[in-house]
């Protein structure tokens, strides 16, 4: 085992979370910041510097387009997937009730999507909450079923924050087609970790955000297929910024850094998930032998770069504060920290409560190695130990 002078403590394991700036894509961001790189200024202004910030601006729209498979004019920049939710699930379902009041989604579904669904409910649209199996997986059969004559649009997100299964994207954006309702995803934990080609599936609505994949906080975008001839409703109303649809000044630094990460990460993303794979199979491993870890992510065919585990005799604050000193980790979604109301993933895979009040998740970055790993395994098993001698 490493010992603590080869190893950074607390290890960072809550890349799902957020990831810390790429020193190069730092760069990038800092680099139109200043006066000298000439592309600090606003693009909208009718000046020199403007010009060349609107210059810098297309350039990184055509960019974005390239790496993702679709057409520069279906980029939309915004703050991140909340705001990207946000405006796809309520600009789509406002702009076109004439065509349809209903939409499907999962019970299982970020915050972001889920809390947008309820107020859209309480302006009179329907919902319909698919369920998940044991696994987290939605019933396909169930998605069938759910699709009615009115049913506007269907949202499910790529990968799960909380647990890392991955829904059926193909198979579901096939059904949507032929059923003629659109279809938007929420690709935060995936983009930048996956290949990602929008030109070979067809989603209509796509969101992501910058700080996932070892961007700044602060920005991502919306993809909007085929948005000449889809009508969104914008969530607030300015100088008619991002095609009318995002108004306010646009963070050309930001933007310009969050290409510059989606370019790294297709640089870097098969060797990068090989290394992710490794780590992911050295924990499970070992947790699989562990009478007293059960584990919550998907033995195969989720994303690697998160597990959800429990422990037996540690609910998730204990474990949390156990650990303290020697890893930083969630227990569960960071973006709903602060609620002491268990995970409502979990929940809905029918964990039961011991298990569902321990449930702690990591989540790893490129930056993360094998002997951290197994630094954190001697960790848990010391714990576990504590926890047998009591009894």
């Excluded at 055509?62 to 915004?78: K, N, P, S």
């Excluded at 406002?94 to 309820?118: F, M, P, Q, S, Y």
């Excluded at 268990?342 to 929940?347: G, N």
């Amino acid at each position: 085992m490493a010992t603590t002078t080869s190893i950074q403590l607390p290890i960072y394991f809550d890349s799902a979370a957020t990831t810390p700036l790429h020193p190069e894509v730092a760069e990038a961001l800092c680099r139109h910041l200043t006066l000298a790189s000439n592309q600090f200024a606003n693009p909208a202004s009718a000046h020199r510097y403007g010009h060349l910030a609107k210059q810098q601006l297309r350039q990184n729209r055509m960019a974005t387009a390239e790496l993702l498979g679709c057409d520069a004019d279906e980029v939309i920049f915004t703050s991140g997937a909340t705001e990207a939710n946000n405006l796809a699930l309520t600009g789509i379902m406002r702009a076109n009730r004439h065509h349809g009041t209903h939409l499907i989604t999962v019970t299982t579904e970020h915050k972001a999507v889920l809390a947008c669904c309820d107020a859209l409910e309480a302006e009179g649209f329907s919902l319909t909450y698919l369920q998940v199996d044991g696994s987290g997986l939605i019933d396909i059969a169930e998605l069938k079923s759910a699709l009615r004559p009115e049913t506007l649009l269907i949202s499910v997100m790529a990968v799960n924050n909380e647990t890392g299964v991955m829904q059926p994207l193909t198979e579901i954006a096939a059904i949507a087609a032929r059923a003629g309702v659109l279809f938007h995803v929420d690709a935060a934990q995936s983009v930048g970790k996956f290949a990602l080609n929008l030109a070979d599936i067809a989603v209509d609505l796509l969101s992501i955000s910058a700080h996932k994949f070892y961007g700044p906080k602060g920005v991502g975008a919306l993809i909007v297929r085929q948005r000449r001839h889809l009508r969104l409703q914008p969530l607030c109303y300015g100088g008619g910024q991002e095609f009318g649809l995002r108004p306010g000044t646009v963070p050309t630094h930001q933007i310009s850094a969050l290409v510059a990460a989606l370019q790294r990460c297709q640089r870097q993303r098969e060797s990068e998930l090989a290394h992710i794979r490794t780590l992911q199979q050295r924990f499970m491993a070992w947790a699989s032998s562990q009478r007293s870890v059960q584990i919550h992510s998907p033995l195969s065919g989720g994303s690697p770069y998160i597990i959800n585990f429990s422990v037996a005799g540690y609910d998730s604050d204990a474990l949390l504060n156990q650990c303290e000193a020697v890893a930083a980790f969630s227990s569960g979604s960071a973006c709903s920290s602060g609620t002491i109301e268990p995970s409502h993933v979990l929940r809905g895979m029918g964990i039961t409560a011991r298990e569902l009040y321990g449930a702690v998740r990591i989540s790893f970055g490129y930056y993360n190695t094998l002997a951290e790993i197994d630094y954190f395994i001697h960790h848990l098993e010391q714990l576990i130990e504590k926890v047998n001698d009591a009894r």
